[in-house]
């Protein structure tokens, strides 16, 4: 059942399309003007990484290169893109919470101010042992 990206000639949309089988693929339509002027775009792909791959891309110092430590957009950029390099896991909701605050401009330190423990935990949210 693939899902084909197309961008239309008639409206400029891009839109993606669902087709029941890989047969069914032939005349496909814009669902927003109707038209049949499209143009099949490359869709992303995803690759699967072994655990040491994701490791060494993250010890890798250009994978997080130009993090300006004063900055608590860019510091939260390189934590997601950290976060994304550990197999997209769920790093539990206090980590997404803090990248979503700093994405937004709140320093750590604001933030830490509202999320008493934050700091005696580890990596992970579990409690030091």
């Known amino acids: ?3 084909y ?3 239309c000639g008639n409206c400029k949309k891009r839109v993606s399309i ?3 089988s890989f047969n069914d693929t032939t005349d496909p339509r814009c669902p927003n003007c109707d038209s049949a002027d499209l143009t099949r775009l490359v ?3 995803a690759t699967l990484k072994s655990e040491d791959a994701r490791l060494e891309a993250m010890s890798d110092p250009a994978t997080f290169g130009g993090v300006d430590e004063n900055d608590p957009r860019s510091v939260a950029r390189m934590m997601r893109k950290m976060g994304d390099q550990m197999g ?3 790093l539990g909701p206090e980590f997404t919470e803090m990248v979503d605050r ?3 401009g709140e320093s750590p330190e604001e933030i830490e101010k509202t999320m ?3 700091g005696d935990k580890g990596a992970g949210g579990e409690e030091p042992v």
Do not use: L, N
Request: net charge negative.
């Open 1 to 3: 059942m693939p899902i």
């Open 5 to 7: 990206e197309y961008r």
């Open 18 to 20: 669902f087709f029941r």
């Open 43 to 45: 869709s992303k792909v």
């Open 88 to 90: 997209g896991e769920d």
């Open 102 to 104: 700093m994405e937004s």
């Open 116 to 118: 008493p423990g934050m």
